[in-house]
């Protein structure tokens, strides 16, 4: 949790901030604001540790020197000592207001910024966060940000009826989760990661990504039933729920796989998004996990803050 020390405002962007008693935040940022509209960086948090850090006079530089709108004081919580170690998707709420991390830093303006003359240099881009209003309200001084951090929910699905059925212990699936795993752990992403293990059955297959993607899972990973035989129904059961595609990725994955190995071409594989969900279909055996988690891992990152609506690049 953290106390808010000061809300400020300026009329034009590039300029400092002005204290003011409170702050109206809607749809767009806040009320008033140069820095308020349709985009993913409408409001602006600091931390006054920063302010301490520059050792600044606080009589020549107050709260909103730096054109952040909210002065903050104390660590977001457990785990993320200050602003900056938040990630895009955590979420910040007091009562009716809910804020949405987009960005974390900014590129300096330099030279012919008033911020910058003023200081000599400017302490957002590398202490500062920015946000997007979810849920509009009022701030004031003395109000308590309550710290959400986002956590990740993904899926993975074992298609196999010989594995359902215990001919075999189902190994891509444990394999894939590692894979997702060590993926989130290395991005400083926490997540709830869920395995199942379903037969070639095309019902219970729908039903399954269904129920993931209804309940707002991130992700949703399948693997197997992706080859020519008579019970390889993944894809085109992943098929009929995408609402978009993503063939690129994929093709280019098995494009490559199939210059050392050309069986591999003849497995099929699939990604996409179904409502907020993003979906790949992998094949079954444990090296082609490996081989397509890899390449899918290259931009799986931007993949989700492109869902997420954030121009991170």
């Given amino acids: 949790m953290m106390k808010i020390l000061s809300v400020n405002v300026s009329e034009a962007k590039g300029t400092v ?9 809607d749809k767009s940022g806040v009320c008033g604001d140069a ?9 602006s948090l600091l931390g006054e540790a920063a ?8 009589e020549e530089f107050p709260f909103g020197s730096f054109a952040e709108n909210i002065t903050t004081e104390g660590s977001p919580g457990e785990g993320t000592p200050d602003l900056k170690s938040c990630r895009p998707g955590d979420r910040f709420s007091c009562g009716d207001v809910l804020l949405e991390v987009t960005q974390i830093g900014k590129q300096c303006h330099g030279p012919g ?14 202490e500062g966060i920015f946000t997007r209003v979810l849920s509009g309200g009022i701030l ?4 308590n940000l309550i710290y959400n951090p986002k956590k990740y929910h993904i899926a993975v699905i074992t298609v196999s009826t010989r594995a359902f059925n215990g001919f075999y212990t189902d190994s891509s ?9 060590g993926f989130c752990s290395e991005n400083d992403w926490p997540c709830e990661i869920t395995g199942v293990l379903l037969p070639d059955d095309p019902a219970k297959l729908h039903n399954e990504l269904r129920k993931f993607i209804r309940a707002g899972y991130d992700m949703v990973f399948t693997t197997g039933g992706t080859g020519l035989g008579p019970s390889d129904i993944t894809i085109g059961i992943v098929r009929r729920i995408l609402q978009r ?9 098995r494009i490559s796989c199939g210059k050392e190995n050309p069986n591999a071409l003849l497995s099929a ?11 790949f279909a992998l094949p079954g055996s444990v090296n082609a996990v490996k081989e397509y988690f890899s390449g899918i891992s290259r931009c799986l990152k931007h993949m989700v803050y492109m869902r997420m609506g954030l121009d991170v690049h």
């Fill in 51 to 58: 302010y301490r850090m520059m050792e600044l006079d606080p």
């Fill in 140 to 143: 004031k001084p003395g109000d």
């Fill in 113 to 126: 910024c008033a911020i910058y003359e003023k200081s000599g240099r400017c302490i957002m881009p590398k």
């Fill in 173 to 181: 699936g444990p394999a894939l989760k590692d894979l997702v795993a």
């Fill in 269 to 279: 594989s699939l990604a996409g998004v179904s409502e907020n969900t993003l979906v």
């Fill in 17 to 25: 901030k002005t204290a003011r008693e409170s702050i109206t935040l």
């Fill in 245 to 253: 595609e993503i063939p690129g990725i994929m093709e280019y994955i």
């Fill in 35 to 43: 820095h308020a509209g349709p985009w993913h960086r409408q409001v």
